[in-house]
C-alpha cells in the first residue's frame, strides 16, 4: 500500500481536481489531505472508501492497478 497515496495524486490530477476538493469530500482541512497524499498520514479503509467515490474509481482499482489504467477503465471508460 505504499503507492496508493501516490495513485490518487495522479488520479486527482488526471481529473483537474484540488487537493481542496478531496479535502473536503473527506471533511478534513487541506493542508491534513496533502499529507495523506505525502504518504505522512496513515490512510484509513474509510478515508479510501470516500476517496475513492469522490474519484469516482472503486477501492480496489487504486489499490491493484496503475493510476492510468485505472483512470482509463474507470473515469475516461476506455475497455
Known amino acids: 500500500m505504499k503507492d496508493v497515496p501516490q495513485k ?3 488520479l ?3 481529473q483537474n481536481l484540488t487537493q481542496e476538493h478531496l479535502a473536503e469530500c473527506l471533511g478534513v482541512s487541506r493542508q491534513t489531505y496533502s499529507k495523506i497524499e505525502a504518504g505522512k498520514t496513515g490512510l484509513a479503509l474509510n478515508d479510501l472508501d ?3 467515490k469522490a474519484l469516482g474509481c472503486p477501492p480496489e ?4 492497478l496503475p493510476a492510468e489504467e485505472a483512470y ?3 473515469i475516461y471508460r476506455v475497455d
Open 12 to 14: 486527482r490530477e488526471l
Open 61 to 64: 482499482a487504486i489499490l491493484s
Open 72 to 74: 482509463m477503465r474507470y
Open 8 to 10: 490518487i495524486r495522479r
Open 50 to 52: 470516500l476517496i475513492s
